[in-house]
């Protein structure tokens, strides 16, 4: 669908009857997800946690995963004002061990803007994983560092590599990005080596957009083969998260 971003499409659509279709799109059907580990989302606004999901989502499109969402600390200023229902960008979900606060995209009354990009949050992602849907070892799960993660200069082939791997590996039902940890000062954000000085606009006309704008429009499995639409779903859930002034 025009108005949907999603990794679990491409399966969708080589299903080879209604039942398959239907359980590539089901709920209890993760597809392949993206995870980090090891983040301290404590950062000093939302508007910092913005450009931080802003990233992880491009990661998880380039890779062609559903990206995980850490929630983020419910006791922060800045994220009890996100649950006021005036801001809405977050929620406070669950109770006692499980609770958590989780990340909103901005509220759109007309176009998806990032709530059309196919991703979970922490606490569903946690449901899946106890009730066995998710692996959390063995064969079906990757690991690699996050500081291995690099943007490939080169102009053909894949955007992102991995100084130990290469290319990035497709196989594992989850692939977990591990963070260094951080042992004092401000959290910072682990993906800020990822830039999005070129995704403030719609226009991508920098290198980097132009190149991510091709991986995504390339056919499946190589790309996404996102059409003009999905594009501006993209396009404009970038633009509002390398914006974001909250």
Not at 39 to 52: H, I, K, L, Y
Not at 69 to 86: D, F, N, S, T, Y
Not at 181 to 210: M, S
């Amino acid at each position: 669908p025009h108005a949907w971003v999603s990794a679990r499409a491409h399966e969708a659509a080589v299903a080879g009857t209604a039942e398959d279709r239907r359980r590539a799109w089901g709920g209890s059907v993760a597809g392949r997800l993206l995870v980090i580990e090891g983040v301290n989302t404590g950062f000093g606004s939302m508007a910092e946690f913005d450009r931080f999901a802003g990233r992880l989502l491009l990661l998880g499109l380039l890779t062609r995963r559903r990206v995980v969402i850490p929630p983020i600390p419910c006791h922060l200023g800045w994220m009890l004002r996100a649950l006021e229902p005036r801001h809405l960008r977050g929620m406070d979900v669950g109770c006692g061990a499980e609770r958590q606060c989780i990340w909103l995209p901005y509220p759109h009354h007309i176009d998806p803007w990032c709530s059309g990009i196919d991703f979970l949050n922490d606490f569903d992602f946690r449901h899946l994983v106890a009730s066995r849907a998710v692996p959390i070892a063995g064969p079906q799960v990757g690991r690699i560092r996050l500081s291995t993660l690099r943007l490939s200069r080169n102009q053909t082939g894949p955007l992102l590599t991995d100084d130990a791997f290469g290319q990035l590996p497709h196989a594992p039902q989850v692939l977990v990005l591990q963070a260094a940890p951080v042992e004092t000062g401000r959290p910072t954000d682990p993906l800020d080596w990822l830039p999005l000085g070129g995704f403030r606009n719609t226009q991508w006309t920098g290198r980097l957009p132009q190149r991510v704008d091709e991986a995504l429009r390339a056919p499946p499995p190589v790309g996404m083969g996102a059409t003009d639409g999905q594009m501006k779903i993209v396009r404009d859930c970038l633009k509002s998260l390398a914006t974001s002034k909250e």
